[in-house]
């Protein structure tokens, strides 16, 4: 089965890259905010908790009741 339309990038794909840009976006921000005048190792691993943080949130909707 050939498909007429050109392989590429769907609506899909485009959002979930426009979404995890403003979760590192939002990352890099609170990491300017909150790093302050640490050492580049320490606003690296403030980077890093902070987009975990975000994606946990966005992805599993923080604290399920169902978890509980």
Do not use: K, N
Not at 24 to 31: E, K, W, Y
Not at 38 to 45: F, H, K, L
Request: charge should be negative.
């Amino acid at each position: 089965m050939d498909s007429a339309a050109p392989p590429g990038l769907s609506l899909v794909t485009v959002c979930s890259l426009l979404a995890c840009c403003l979760q590192v976006l939002a990352a890099v921000l609170l990491t300017h905010r909150y790093g302050g005048q640490s050492s580049a190792e320490d606003r690296w691993v403030l980077l890093w908790l902070f987009y975990d943080v975000i994606v946990h949130l966005t992805l599993v909707g923080g604290a399920s009741s169902s978890s509980l």
